[in-house]
Nanobody, 120 residues
Framework: VQLQASGGGLVQAGGSLRLSCAAS????????MGWFRQAPGKEREFVAA????????TYADSVKDRFTISRDNAENTVYLQMNSLKPEDTAVYYC??????????????WGQGTLVTVSS
């Protein structure tokens, strides 16, 4: 499956952004989807994941109650709605797909990243 992330940009602290990740090449509903991020000088970390129908989701503690993962299976797209953004959310955000796992250990397929910069 090929993944194409978009929607990053520059936003002030307290603002919102919605990231999108479009999938192609395989049956989208065969895949659990997730988001990870990598800040400058840090390792990539898990952000959020959802199962194939979006009914089961999991989040990193650092983003819980601020970020929401969702998917539109008709559009083969997964979203990450990010609210109440903080400067520490600044990172390159990556989407991931996995047929078996939905969480921090997922990652059979990766998209290119999209940069989110939160200014203070």
């Amino acid at each position: 499956v090929q993944l194409q992330a978009s929607g990053g940009g520059l936003v002030q602290a307290g603002g919102s952004l919605r990231l999108s990740c479009a999938a192609s090449g395989r049956t989208f509903t065969n895949y659990n989807m997730g988001w990870f991020r990598q800040a400058p000088g840090k390792e990539r970390e898990f952000v959020a994941a959802g199962n194939w129908n979006g009914y089961s989701t999991t989040y990193a503690d650092s983003v819980k109650d601020r970020f929401t993962i969702s998917r539109d299976n008709a559009e083969n797209t997964v979203y990450l709605q990010m609210n109440s953004l903080k400067p520490e959310d600044t990172a390159v955000y990556y989407c991931a797909a996995d047929q078996r796992r939905a969480g921090p250990n997922m990652g059979a397929y990766w998209g290119q990243g999209t940069l989110v910069t939160v200014s203070s």
